[in-house]
């Protein structure tokens, strides 16, 4: 059995403006209830557009407000979180 569902681009279902201030200098850990097989960092303009993808924040190059969505992948599924973050 398959479920499969669609939505809106990440940028459609968050404001920007409403954005959480982080800071890459310290820390971000995701907490998953079951940690995924393997996540991605996906980093969304304002246009629907993929302008880079990553495997940590560590690696995160874009400041300012964007939105981010954290592709993440067990066996059962895939699962998309979307976040608007004004990175520091």
Known sequence: MGIEADSLPPSEILNVENAIDVDLNKPIKLN?????????????????????????FDDVKEKGKMIYEILATWKAGRVSYVVALNVQ
């Open 32 to 56: 998953f209830e079951k940690e995924p097989i393997e996540y991605q960092i996906r980093v969304w303009d304002n246009e629907n557009n993929v302008i880079a993808t990553y495997k940590d």
